[in-house]
């Protein structure tokens, strides 16, 4: 059985940075492309980066690009998430997917396989 825990959320000033860490077991996560959502409360989960299972291809929501930064190390089963110059409205529960199928665009959040119960990050104002 697939299993995806998130960590390294928390509070956090504005303007502050924070790495999320996203660990899988169960299978080699070489096998899966990765994703990263957000859920404000009362908002509809949103598309946060995707990186594919070599970590050759990323993809990003437009809005964000520069402050966000997917990776991942196959040799330790797990995927990253940097957050830099953090906003109040960045605060949400990130939640790390596993994609087992190849795709053009990994921003549909259906299309994943496998999910993680998510990490709270709350930036203060």
């Known amino acids: 059985q697939v299993q995806l825990v998130e960590s390294g959320g928390g509070l956090v000033q504005a303007g502050g940075s924070l790495r999320l860490s996203c660990v899988v077991s169960g299978r080699t996560l070489s096998t899966y492309a990765m994703g990263w959502f957000r859920q404000a409360p009362g908002k509809e989960r949103e598309f946060v980066a995707a990186?594919?299972?070599?970590?050759?291809?990323?993809q990003y929501e437009d809005s964000m690009k520069g402050r966000f930064t997917i990776s991942r190390d196959n040799a330790k089963n797990t995927v990253y998430l940097q957050i830099n110059s953090l906003k109040p409205e960045d605060t949400a529960v990130y939640s790390c997917a596993a994609d087992s199928t190849f795709r053009f665009d990994y921003s549909d959040y259906e299309g994943y396989d496998y999910w993680g119960q998510g990490t709270q990050v709350t930036v203060s104002s």
């Open positions: 990186i594919s299972w070599n970590g050759d291809n990323t």
